[in-house]
């Protein structure tokens, strides 16, 4: 079933404009992309075509392109130029199946509800890195909260707690700031965790960043240690 509340599924600084990737929530497909206007967007990874991957595709200007034959979509999701038939007057029923895109806390977060609640409102940010894990996301966030959260440049460790009225969203102390991690359901063996930190960059830019990467890190070793010993344990 899927989620009905928001999810992150990338930090805004890796959908660069005229960018497309791939995205798996579990274990399905979907196309992320930004069009030159900056504008992100989050897609069916299917052309109505022939059902090749969009994700796969290109960006032209504020359309993206299909690979196989090049069909062209426009922001909304219609189908607006078939290259080999340059004059055809696209029928409105040749579109993609497109969900709601907001920008927050530094990532990029989508909605499969049909009445989506009112999406993530965070401050300032700056990107950290986004985690990809061998291991599942609930498996995940049993390591995750009960690991310490170091901040920068120093101070008493915090941990990581499930933000209010957010599900997958998890918030951290920093001194003044918080460390801001959502989770990314991938698969039964696969999650992802997106981390940016709620502060100014002028304070965490560079330095801070280099700080909090090298706790993710520690951070996936923790999380995928456990999951192997789990998976070991139930061998």
Do not use: N
């Not at 992150?8 to 030159?36: H, Y």
């Not at 989050?42 to 032209?60: I, K, Q, T």
């Not at 989506?116 to 966030?141: E, I, K, T």
């Amino acid at each position: 079933m899927r989620e009905s509340g928001w999810i992150a599924v990338a930090l805004s600084r890796d959908v660069e404009p005229g960018a497309v990737t791939g995205v798996i929530i579990q274990d399905e497909e979907w196309a992320l992309w930004r069009a030159k206007s900056g504008h992100a967007h989050f897609w069916e990874d299917r052309c109505p075509h022939r059902g090749m991957r969009l994700s796969f595709g290109f960006v032209r200007g504020d359309r993206l392109g299909c690979l196989y034959h090049g069909w062209q979509y426009g922001e909304s999701g219609q189908c607006c130029y078939v290259p080999a038939h340059p004059e055809l007057d696209v029928p409105a029923t040749i579109r993609v199946a497109t969900y709601p895109v907001a920008e927050s806390g530094g990532m990029i977060w989508t909605c499969f509800a049909p009445s989506p609640p009112a999406p993530p409102a965070f401050g300032d940010a700056v990107p950290v890195r986004s985690l990809f894990l061998d291991a599942s996301l609930p498996q995940a966030v049993e390591v995750l909260e009960s690991f310490g959260v170091e901040p920068f440049p120093a101070g008493p460790a915090g941990h990581a707690a499930p933000a209010p009225e957010r599900e997958r969203v998890w918030i951290a102390p920093i001194g003044a700031d918080r460390l801001l991690m959502a989770g990314q359901d991938v698969g039964a063996t696969r999650s992802a965790l997106h981390i940016a930190i709620l502060g100014a960059a002028a304070r965490y830019a560079g330095p801070g960043q280099a700080h909090f990467t090298r706790w993710a890190e520690r951070l996936r070793h923790a999380i995928e240690t456990s999951a192997s010993a789990q998976a070991r344990d139930a061998a």
